[in-house]
């Protein structure tokens, strides 16, 4: 009998810790939407926008944006608030990779987290406006003695055009974008229209090698184009198409126009959406004598 309750405790425990391991929690973050035309700059914060992992810190516990929980060593938040932090998990500007790397580590890795930096850019539950809020984040600033924890400078700026020049400046110097945070804006679980992400993508052109077939409502559609590059990286471009274009996709052969926002360490195009078809000399006589 002794043995059977030693085993039942045994079990008991194993799947206490297994849960912990796996635990998650349900968070209601925000998140921004794409700027999409003028404003009037001088109402909004602007920060660069971090090529990281979305973290949330509620206090206790480093979770993932999904409320996974992530296996960070002790030592890497020990000395971090007991409040919630919202924020980027970053190894530098072209390091997604190795910080992805990192946070789907189930267990922690000294070594790894040595490079990593919890890059705070929000206080969830502060209760005052964004201004407020960046005011309270240059407090929280002057008392960390941690490096794991930094926080996101914020900018306010003149006019559009130091809006234009600071978006250059970033992606030339290797950054994905900006972010734009009104100054009156509370902190809202879901899209907020009141904080944007601006990006500069670039453009580029590949061949087509097949037709993907698409899924659930793209059944018997396109659903992505096997695409080649010059220099011979093949990926897939599944997204920008319009209805018409799935039920009617480019040749095999044809060459496309597609748009991205830099690329993987592999060297494939991040976020590659079609753009167009190249329309060629032979085209365009083609389409001439059919007038």
């Given at each position: 009998?002794?043995?059977l309750q030693f085993l039942a405790i045994t079990l ?15 968070l209601k973050l925000q998140h921004g939407v794409v ?221 496309v126009t597609y748009k991205y926002y830099g690329v ?28």
């Amino acid at each position: 009998m002794k043995i059977l309750q030693f085993l039942a405790i045994t079990l008991v425990i194993s799947l206490t810790s297994h849960a912990e391991s796996t635990a998650t929690k349900t968070l209601k973050l925000q998140h921004g939407v794409v700027y999409k035309s003028q404003l009037n700059i001088g109402d909004y914060w602007v920060s660069e926008k971090l090529d990281g992992v979305r973290g949330y810190w509620d206090g206790q516990h480093l979770y993932t944006r999904r409320g996974n929980q992530i296996h960070a060593p002790k030592w890497f938040s020990q000395y971090w608030p007991k409040h919630a932090l919202d924020g980027e998990l970053w190894a530098g500007r072209g390091r997604f990779e190795f910080a992805s790397g990192c946070v789907r580590r189930k267990t922690d890795n000294d070594s790894c987290w040595q490079q990593m930096t919890f890059m705070v850019f929000d206080l969830p539950d502060h209760g005052g406006n964004f201004s407020q809020r960046v005011q309270a984040m240059n407090t929280l600033q002057q008392s960390i003695t941690d490096q794991s924890l930094d926080i996101v400078r914020q900018r306010q700026l003149s006019s559009n055009q130091a809006l234009d020049n600071m978006l250059n400046t970033v992606v030339a110097s290797g950054g994905e974008g900006l972010m734009l945070h009104h100054q009156d804006a509370s902190y809202q679980a879901g899209r907020n229209p009141q904080l944007m992400k601006l990006k500069r993508y670039q453009d580029a052109e590949a061949v087509v090698l097949a037709h993907l077939p698409g899924k659930g409502k793209y059944s018997g559609k396109l659903g992505a184009l096997l695409v080649e590059t010059p220099a011979g990286v093949q990926f897939k471009i599944g997204s920008g198409f319009t209805d018409k274009q799935r039920q009617y996709p480019p040749e095999v052969g044809a060459t496309v126009t597609y748009k991205y926002y830099g690329v993987t360490k592999n060297n494939i195009p991040r976020f590659a959406s079609f753009l167009r078809v190249r329309v060629t000399d032979v085209d365009q006589n083609t389409n001439a004598s059919k007038k």
